[in-house]
Antibody
Framework: QVHLVQSGAEVQKPGASVKVSCKAS????????IHWVRQAPEQGLEWVGW????????SYAQKFQGRVTMTRDTSITTAYMELSGLKSDDTAMYYC???????????????WGQGTLVTVSS | IQLTQSPSSLSASVGDRVTITCRAS??????LAWYQQKPGKAPKLLIY???TLHSGVPSRFSGSGSGTDFTLTISSLQPEDFATYYC?????????FGGGTTVEIK
């Protein structure tokens, strides 16, 4: 079955960068878009962007453009999200999620990773 | 595009019929999904394309609407349904979520 397993919790200082990984298994990795969504403590959900694992193409929410980079390594079926210039309000749980549709971008998130807590604190 | 969910919270009893609404600031056709999230867990997809029940989701969940007004209905609330529910719109290239509705035990 489909699994998305994320890297462990991170604590970073303001201004630093963080890179979160998302290891996919149970399906053809390059056939489904991967999205990243974050959730600040006790807050709602916020979409960060997507990556096409086949081509490496990406699209980011306007709020994060210039600070976020999404990449992938197809040899190990892993997607990455790196966020730079961290601020205290970047403290959140970061989730990777797989799109529902095979080879197309539907933006409905069918499978989710367990989440990676990123804490930004001096 | 902004999504406004109402109510923000509600109290209900097992067996109750529950309806949650989601209003979009502009028309989004049927590009809307509903998710359920329990504390400490990732969200779970319930409904997509406004009214399509995702595989494995109990039939007591249903979605309706198009354009700007949407509803999620739970026909008979079960103990495992106490959670927070989010709507999500996908007016490409932007994705936004509603503020959430927490369903609590009365």
């Amino acid at each position: 079955q489909v699994h998305l397993v994320q890297s462990g919790a991170e604590v970073q200082k303001p201004g630093a960068s963080v890179k979160v990984s998302c290891k996919a298994s149970g399906y053809p990795f390059t056939d489904y878009y991967i999205h990243w969504v974050r959730q600040a403590p006790e807050q709602g959900l916020e979409w960060v962007g997507w990556i096409n694992p086949k081509s490496g193409d990406t699209s980011y929410a306007q709020k994060f453009q210039g600070r976020v980079t999404m990449t992938r390594d197809t040899s190990i079926t892993t997607a990455y999200m790196e966020l730079s210039g961290l601020k205290s309000d970047d403290t959140a749980m970061y989730y990777c999620a797989r799109d529902i549709m095979h080879t197309q971008l539907w933006y409905f998130f069918e499978y989710w990773g367990q989440g990676t807590l990123v804490t930004v604190s001096s | 595009i902004q999504l406004t969910q109402s109510p923000s919270s509600l109290s209900a009893s097992v067996g109750d019929r529950v309806t949650i609404t989601c209003r979009a600031s502009q028309g989004i056709s049927s590009y809307l999904a509903w998710y359920q999230q329990k504390p400490g867990k990732a969200p779970k997809l319930l409904i997509y394309a406004a009214s399509t029940l995702h595989s494995g989701v109990p039939s007591r969940f249903s979605g309706s609407g198009s354009g700007t007004d949407f509803t999620l209905t739970i026909s008979s609330l079960q103990p495992e349904d106490f959670a927070t529910y989010y709507c999500q719109q996908i007016s490409s290239p932007s994705v936004t979520f509603g503020g959430g509705t927490t369903v609590e035990i009365k």
